[in-house]
T-cell receptor, first 112, second 114 residues
Framework: DAGVTQSPTHLIKTRGQQVTLRCSPK?????VSWYQQALGQGPQFIFQ???????QRGNFPDRFSGHQFPNYSSELNVNALLLGDSALYLC???????????FGSGTRLTVV | AQTVTQSQPEMSVQEAETVTLSCTYD???????LFWYKQPPSRQMILVIRQEAYKQQNATENRFSVNFQKAAKSFSLKISDSQLGDAAMYFCAYISGANSKLTFGKGITLSVRP
């Protein structure tokens, strides 16, 4: 049973560019959340998708946007990249919120 | 707003010994869940243990147990018989019924000495 799959694993982008990160949730999970984890810090909530709609959003600018597809997979898009966007981006899926989230191994984004 | 505080940035334990990782949280909610996640160098966040706030009994998973003090808003993790594979970052996290996002602490780096 595959867990949460994220792609790519590593990415290097230039300041001002746009990036798309992808996530396939664990089988049976319908809710996908995205987190940003700066080096040495805890993950920060970006947003959550359920039934193809953004259900909740954290304190991130509109440059961060997302999408969920009918098969529950999700994308995170970041426009006009800043150096400060360099971080590990984690995708997490769940079916029952209190059951705990299953996390992917993340995408390491470096903005130069 | 809910907050999770892990005040110890690093801890070290001798293999086979016991270590306790501390966590406090702040919330006005009555319906919530608490979690401990482990993040090894592979980066994947792994669920270690969870505690429902309405349960008075402390959760236990093999060598891992928690000390949940609801009134004090404290949620510590005890690792017994520490193994080299326990070395990782550990994050305390919170989720409430009114809010479907996980709120994490800053984490603690645990090292295990052979």
């Amino acid at each position: 049973d595959a867990g949460v799959t994220q792609s790519p694993t590593h990415l290097i982008k230039t300041r001002g560019q746009q990036v798309t990160l992808r996530c396939s949730p664990k089988s049976g999970h319908d809710t996908v959340s995205w987190y940003q984890q700066a080096l040495g810090q805890g993950p920060q909530f970006i947003f959550q998708y359920y039934e193809e709609e953004e259900r909740q959003r954290g304190n991130f600018p509109d440059r961060f946007s997302g999408h969920q597809f009918p098969n529950y997979s999700s994308e995170l898009n970041v426009n006009a990249l800043l150096l400060g966007d360099s971080a590990l981006y984690l995708c997490a899926s769940t079916q029952l919120l209190y059951g705990g989230y299953t996390f992917g191994s993340g995408t390491r984004l470096t903005v130069v | 707003a809910q907050t999770v505080t892990q005040s110890q940035p690093e801890m070290s334990v001798q293999e086979a010994e016991t270590v306790t990782l501390s966590c406090t949280y702040d919330t006005s909610e009555s319906d919530y869940y608490l979690f401990w996640y482990k993040q090894p160098p592979s980066r994947q966040m792994i669920l270690v243990i969870r505690q429902e706030a309405y349960k008075q009994q402390n959760a236990t998973e093999n060598r891992f147990s928690v000390n949940f003090q609801k009134a004090a808003k404290s949620f510590s993790l005890k690792i017994s018989d520490s193994q080299l594979g326990d070395a990782a970052m550990y994050f305390c996290a919170y989720i409430s019924g009114a809010n479907s996002k996980l709120t994490f602490g800053k984490g603690i780096t645990l090292s295990v000495r052979p």
